[in-house]
């Protein structure tokens, strides 16, 4: 069994971003907003959920 003292896995947010060009969805890790499929910027402030 691992300990469960304290989480080494997650040290950072996970950052999801919708491709507007392809409309996939992309995981942006160390603030590279390229779209992984399309090569597409991403946008910088845009969250995936519509929260309004
Ligand atoms: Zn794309």
Do not use: K, Y
Request: hydrophobic share 35%; charged share 25%.
């Amino acid at each position: 069994m691992p300990s469960l003292g304290r989480p080494s896995s997650f040290t950072h947010e996970v950052v999801f971003r919708r491709c507007p060009d392809c409309q996939e969805h992309n995981i942006v890790r160390e603030d590279d907003f390229v779209c992984a499929f399309c090569g597409s910027d991403l946008p910088a402030a845009w969250n995936v959920d519509p929260t309004t």
